[in-house]
């Protein structure tokens, strides 16, 4: 079943399924999750590889601890993005890099259970079950669907295990997710 979300029309069942979910993703905190993202850069015709750990902190701090190829650090917090590395801090206003915004606008609304800044920012497709389930995203403003055609999330109950991001221009990349506390590795996939 795919369903087709926005804010006018939504059919009873599905929208009861999506309300479920994000009823309990609200109340869910968080772990820590390893990360493994493939990352496809058309223009130079390659694929990069980065691990390392995210963290969400309730309201909106997202937290990227990129461990390899190069160590840095990436905090999302409220309208700004500040990137450490090494000794360096450099900060950047969401406001001024969009396609940075709906990457951190989709992750924070579906991990803090936000339905409504969800759809203020995305049309939705839902499909699956509150047990498993998928989300497919489109940017609502014109102007950013110049660089971001689609976002898709999966996950199984509260956790998110998949996050892809596929770029107009053809660059795409596909991030797997796994608990910290699952396992002591990152994900290989």
Do not use: C
């Amino acid at each position: 079943m795919l369903l087709g979300l926005d804010s006018s029309s939504v059919m009873a069942e599905p929208e009861q399924t999506i309300v479920t979910l994000f009823n309990q993703l609200a109340k869910y905190t968080q772990p820590d999750v390893h990360y493994r993202e493939e990352k496809h850069i058309q223009l130079l015709d390659m694929d990069m590889i980065q691990t390392g750990v995210l963290q969400y902190r309730r309201p909106d701090t997202l937290i990227r601890e990129q461990q390899t190829p190069d160590p840095q650090r990436f905090e999302i917090d409220a309208n700004n993005l500040v990137i450490i590395k090494g000794n360096k801090k450099r900060k950047i206003p969401l406001d001024k890099a969009p396609a940075l915004r709906a990457m951190a606008e989709s992750f924070r609304a579906t991990l803090s259970g936000d339905l409504p800044r969800l759809q203020k920012y995305f049309d939705l497709q839902f499909s699956g079950t509150p047990a498993r389930w998928k989300l497919s995203l489109q940017p609502r403003d014109p102007g950013l669907l110049n660089y971001i055609s689609l976002i898709s999330i999966a996950g199984e109950g509260v956790q998110i295990k998949r996050y892809e991001l596929y770029e107009r221009e053809g660059d795409w990349s596909v991030m797997t997710l796994t608990p910290t506390g699952s396992d002591l590795n990152p994900p290989q996939n």
